[in-house]
Nanobody, 129 residues
Framework: QVQLVESGGGLVQAGGSLRLSCAAS????????MGWFRQAPGKEREFVAS????????YYTTSVKGRFTISRDNAKNTVYLHLNSLKPEDTAVYYC??????????????????????WGQGTQVTVSS
């Protein structure tokens, strides 16, 4: 079992920045690809970014490219999402996820909810205009 706990969300003005953290426990995540998703009210959960087990490969949805950065510190069993130049449309609950399939560990383009086995409870990000 992998437990994922997100933190770092909050209320920020448009153009501001936040750093989200996802702390894992129960098992090391150093062998797993990891992802961040978000879900706005009334909308489906959507892919934001993913990172391979080593951190050597990353992938982003088009709307956040150049503004968000995913990273990981395997020694701390933690994944991060740096959010810059935030826009009101980035408002959502942000979820961290783990893909425990070892065949996927070197991949970064893991964009489907169904590809991930474990999820955190989410952290709210609200961007005011």
């Amino acid at each position: 079992q992998v437990q994922l706990v997100e933190s770092g969300g909050g209320l920020v003005q448009a153009g501001g920045s936040l750093r989200l953290s996802c702390a894992a426990s129960g098992r090391t995540i150093s062998n797993y690809a990891m992802g961040w998703f978000r879900q706005a009210p009334g909308k489906e959960r959507e892919f934001v970014a993913s990172i391979s087990y080593s951190g050597g490969s990353t992938y982003y949805t088009t709307s956040v490219k150049g503004r968000f950065t995913i990273s990981r510190d395997n020694a701390k069993n933690t994944v991060y999402l740096h959010l810059n130049s935030l826009k009101p449309e980035d408002t959502a609950v942000y979820y961290c996820s783990a893909d425990t399939m070892l065949s996927a560990q070197a991949m970064a383009e893991l964009t489907e909810v169904s590809e991930y086995d474990y999820w955190g409870q989410g952290t709210q990000v609200t961007v005011s205009s």
